[in-house]
């Protein structure tokens, strides 16, 4: 450090590298220093707003969908009661919900002897299927799937019982959900809005997985639905029934 009176003052940093090269000393007056550590300061203090402002929006978004199953239980009790006063008591619902906790443990299937192929309408809806599977084409190109017209946040369900094996999101399909049903069967349910899902999930035929949206590549609010064998794309509407 060296400075006189009525001079502005410096810090003096020497580096004396190995191997006998010539040292080199830079000055730095004490207003650089200043001026650097502000700088400093007021970067933290920005990666400090991201990162907090990242945890808020996670968070946030977390509750939205806990508050969603919620809503999703309610409403499938209000169901169950209706049913009672119709005399269908115990009757099993064509639509099941996922529980607010969103557990892979799920209770007994209503039917033991369901299969788990991949052969019910993957909507709640009868929707509008506005393109069908096309095999590969140097002009149009493939498309491995049906492409069904449903408004947003309409239930999306599991075509058949399985397991959960991959959830979400890319730039074409945008948030989507894909289930393994065995045998080499596997469904991918494509462009939801929310995932209703997780990774590992055992769910029932019907059960609610996600919700209609139109998200990554997409024009409007759809579901774009495959069923593949083997990894090879199956004419969906070969194994499922529009209603």
């Known amino acids: 450090m060296s400075g006189a009176p009525g001079k502005r003052r410096h810090v003096t940093i020497m580096l004396v590298p190995d191997g006998g090269e010539e040292a080199r000393t830079y000055r730095v007056s004490y207003r650089t220093l200043?001026?650097?550590?502000?700088?400093?300061?007021?970067?933290?203090?920005?990666?400090?707003?991201?990162?907090?402002?990242w945890w808020y929006l996670a968070e946030a978004e977390r509750e939205q969908v806990?508050?969603?199953r919620r809503n999703l239980e309610i409403l499938e009790?209000?169901?169950?009661?209706?049913?009672?006063?119709?005399?269908?008591?115990?009757?099993?619902?064509?639509?099941?919900?996922?529980?607010?906790?969103?557990?892979?443990?799920?209770?007994?299937d209503r039917n033991p002897?369901?299969?788990?192929?991949?052969?019910?309408?993957?909507?709640?809806?009868?929707?509008?299927?506005?393109?069908?599977?096309?095999e590969t084409d140097k002009e149009e190109g493939a498309h491995p799937g049906l492409d069904i017209a449903i408004p947003t946040d309409s239930y999306v369900r599991a075509a058949g019982a399985g397991?959960?094996?991959?959830?979400?999101e890319d730039e074409v399909y945008g948030r989507f959900v894909i289930v393994d049903h065995g045998d080499g069967y596997t469904?991918?349910?494509a462009h939801a809005s929310s995932h209703l899902v997780t990774l590992g999930q055992v769910v029932r035929r019907n059960?609610?997985?996600?919700?209609?949206?139109?998200?990554g590549h997409s024009t409007a609010p759809h579901l774009h639905f495959e069923i593949l064998l083997n990894g090879e794309a199956v004419d969906p509407l070969t194994m499922v029934q529009q209603p």
Not at 115 to 131: D, H, Y
Not at 163 to 168: D, K, S
Not at 207 to 215: K, R
């Open 77 to 108: 009790a209000q169901y169950e009661r209706i049913r009672d006063l119709f005399g269908v008591a115990g009757a099993p619902s064509d639509v099941w919900i996922p529980p607010v906790s969103g557990s892979p443990a799920q209770p007994a």
């Open 113 to 134: 002897a369901e299969s788990s192929l991949p052969t019910s309408w993957p909507l709640t809806e009868r929707g509008f299927v506005t393109q069908g599977l096309l």
């Open 34 to 53: 200043r001026i650097l550590g502000g700088l400093g300061a007021v970067l933290a203090m920005a990666f400090t707003l991201v990162a907090g402002s």
């Open 207 to 215: 059960e609610v997985i996600a919700l209609s949206g139109s998200t």
């Open 66 to 68: 806990v508050a969603l």
């Open 187 to 189: 469904s991918l349910y």
């Open 163 to 168: 397991t959960v094996v991959e959830v979400g």
